[in-house]
């Protein structure tokens, strides 16, 4: 397979009135043709900010993109002009957010919003644009498309906006999907719909997606591979399969045994992850998740370890302690 | 068995919406439509379903931010409907509230410590101001917070510290019942399971009765003892915990259980799912018959004309489903 993006040491930050923070601090990932990849980490962890630096969305002047090249097919977009990567935003790489209703304009009819990529980014004919409009909202299941077309955002339930917002990134037929959170907001049966509908759609028509998500079992349902994020770093990769049965940083194995599951048997207790969430702009020297680490040394709280090989091909994590976190262990 | 603490008796909730710049017909929100269950001393019942199903609304009700359309909650035994004002206000010291979202039900020009001796003082509980601080200190040690905390403001803690203030605000009431509205839900994973330890904790230690609302299927298999699965303003599933999610019976709760997806990508690939059809109607029109019998898998005929009452299928076990 050959790769459609290849993310290599971005690193974003921000001027906040805390000080500087790094939100994104040198992370690479690929996705290839095709296929689903996930980004996991809790609120703050940078996930966010990485997909809208490759959209080139980081708000200026607080956020910048400091360094680190982003290849589209190839090319780096931090290297096009505004103009160029006006082109790829919709057209090559599109994006579905966790809250419809803050992406759809309010104050126009959901035809126009489906029409003016394709207009635009297509050269489509008002009546092409249209027909490629109806048959957009038919791909996504909604029903009676002539009608909805004349209607407003707010004349939409959840669960619809968010079909919407996935037929206007498929509008201009995109290679790649950025979803953050997609269903985030929304019900769980509905969850379940939207998610069913991205993955059907996105094996029909071969578009690669990264979802951005802090629910794991999503991510375990639809990912091919999955890389973890921690305090702006991607701290584990590695194919879905391996990171759930053989996870090797502490914290990926504590997100995985914090939360109760339905395929188990109730446990007297959970086990949480111990302290808080890193503040970004006081992150402490060393590995950021020593603080809350049961298996940390004076070297985790001394060197920051860089992601290294462990397990199966294309796993790997960023943990001095990796090699001890055998599944033995893990059961202890 | 212990004693019963709170009786909910065939409560409905109606709003009337509509109206609007032109006036127009208004209509009727069936938010809650006969709802009863019990909930004995010291045990934890969770209440789930999806938005706009009434679970909220039933909580508001017995909180006493709702008034009832028509029928009874009593509490410690007597009928909240019928108490005077006095009596109102000690019901409401022993009934206390956790929300879902710690940020917007704390003051943020107030520090932690002055939201906790706010009410300790209001109700009379402390009300000499240096017994008041050391209360405060204790409630906030209650909660796995340090002394310093009562100086921060909220803006300064994390989400699950906010949370903890929450937790430490309805405990200092003395409560006997806590309604817990989706209390985890707008934390983190990492945080989640620490609060969720924190309550059961807290229960264990005070004798506390939670009725816990909650989406999360999994989180509410773990912290009740029974469930009660509602839809549309109706409970159409209650028993158990364990029986709830092993021996589901009403189509719904089955729908609910397969749609939630689980951490483990080789389990996820060999599961079966049951995606529903459609959304849930609007509870202003709601379906005829079965509420739930457009997106029903199993539905027939029958099902759109009439309800099917909340029945004990098996001992200690209803289900509202004519085919369950």
């Known amino acids: ?332 | 068995m212990s004693e019963v603490l709170l009786q909910v008796e065939n409560l409905v909730k109606h709003f009337s919406v509509g109206g609007g710049l032109r006036g127009g017909h208004a209509g009727l929100v069936r938010a809650v439509d006969g709802v009863s269950f019990t909930l004995r001393r010291g045990e934890t019942l969770g209440l789930v379903g999806e938005s706009g199903c009434g679970k909220t609304t039933t909580g508001r009700c017995i909180l006493l931010l709702e008034r009832p359309t028509s029928g009874r909650i009593v509490f410690e035994g007597s009928d909240l409907a019928a108490l005077d004002a006095a009596a109102l206000r000690a019901v409401r010291r022993r009934i206390q509230v956790i929300f879902q979202d710690p940020y917007s039900s704390l003051n943020p020009r107030m520090t932690i410590g002055q939201i906790l001796a706010e009410p300790l003082k209001v109700h009379g509980i402390v009300r000499e101001k240096r017994a008041r601080t050391d209360r405060v200190r204790e409630l906030l040690s209650q909660v796995g917070l340090l002394p310093q905390h009562a100086e921060r403001y909220p803006h300064q803690l994390s989400g699950g510290q906010r949370q903890r203030v929450g937790i430490a605000r309805a405990l200092a009431m003395e409560p006997s019942l806590i309604v817990c509205d989706e209390p985890v839900s707008a934390l983190d994973v990492s945080i989640q399971a620490q609060i969720i330890n924190l309550l059961e904790d807290l229960q264990a230690r005070y004798g506390l009765t939670y009725l816990f609302i909650a989406h999360d299927l999994s989180v509410v298999r773990h912290i009740s003892n029974r469930v009660a699965v509602m839809y549309l303003g109706r409970i159409v599933e209650m028993t158990d915990r364990r029986r709830l999610y092993e021996e589901p019976l009403h189509p719904y709760t089955r729908a609910l259980l397969s749609a939630v997806p689980i951490p483990d990508p080789e389990l996820e690939a060999r599961r079966e799912h049951t995606v529903l059809k459609g959304e849930v109607p609007s509870p202003l029109n709601p379906p005829s018959g079965c509420v739930f019998h457009p997106r029903c898998p199993k539905a027939v005929e029958r099902c759109a004309a009439a309800v099917p009452p909340l029945r004990e299928i098996r001992s200690d076990h209803l289900a509202a489903c004519d085919l369950a």
């Open chain 1, 1 to 332: 397979m050959a790769a459609l993006l290849e993310v290599e040491n971005l690193r974003t930050q921000f001027q906040t009135a805390a000080g500087t923070v790094q939100a994104v601090d040198g992370i690479s990932y690929t996705v290839n043709e095709g296929e689903t990849v996930a980004i996991v980490g809790e609120s703050g962890c940078g996930k966010s900010v990485s997909a809208l630096s490759v959209m080139r969305l980081v708000a200026e002047p607080a956020g910048r993109i400091e360094s680190g090249r982003i290849l589209y097919k190839g090319r780096d977009l931090l290297a096009l002009s505004e103009e160029e990567m006006r082109d790829i935003r919709g057209r090559e790489i599109a994006m579905v957010f966790q809250e419809p209703m803050t992406s759809l304009n309010p104050v126009l009819t959901i035809g126009r919003q489906l029409t003016e990529g394709p207009e635009i980014h297509l050269g489509m004919t008002q009546a092409d644009a249209r027909a490629r409009a109806v048959e957009l909202l038919g791909l996504v299941g909604i029903s009676d498309p002539e009608r909805r077309l004349a209607q407003y955002p707010h004349h939409f339930s959840g669960g619809m906006r968010q079909r919407l917002m996935i037929a206007m990134a498929l509008a201009c037929k995109p290679s790649l999907i950025l979803a953050d959170e997609p269903t985030t907001a929304l019900d769980v049966t509905i969850q379940a719909q939207i998610l069913e509908l991205m993955r059907s759609l996105s094996r029909r028509l071969g578009v690669a997606m990264v979802i951005i998500t802090h629910n794991l079992g999503v991510v375990a349902r639809y990912a091919d591979r999955v890389n973890v994020m921690y305090a702006g770093r991607i701290i584990e990769k590695g194919s879905a399969a391996e990171i759930y049965a053989d996870p090797r940083h502490p914290y990926t194995l504590g997100l995985l045994r914090s939360v109760p599951r339905l395929d188990e048997p109730r446990r007297a207790r959970l086990v949480p992850i111990e302290g808080q969430p890193p503040d970004l702009a006081r992150l402490p020297p060393g590995c950021s998740f020593a603080p809350r680490c049961v298996y940390r040394t004076a070297r985790c709280e001394a060197e920051a370890p860089a992601l290294a090989a462990i397990g199966a091909p294309g796993h790997v994590a960023a943990c001095w302690e990796a090699g001890r976190l055998t599944p033995r262990e893990r059961a202890a």
